[in-house]
């Protein structure tokens, strides 16, 4: 179990503060953001091909 899964579900994330970064500091956030997207795409690919299996063996 990851750490972030013991925090309440509607508890959202603070926003930076975009005024002190520099371009090359904002690229990297971006980055951060978009491998961050990726995981959670890969993770909603997975519950999907999970439930899609749950629902054909129970053909729902």
Known sequence: ???EDMLPRS???QRRN???MSV???E???AELEAEIARVRLD???KTKHRSSADSLFKR
């Open 1 to 3: 179990m990851e750490p």
């Open 11 to 13: 508890m959202q994330p």
């Open 18 to 20: 975009l005024d002190p």
């Open 24 to 26: 090359a500091e904002l």
């Open 28 to 30: 990297a956030y971006i």
């Open 44 to 46: 909603i690919e997975k």
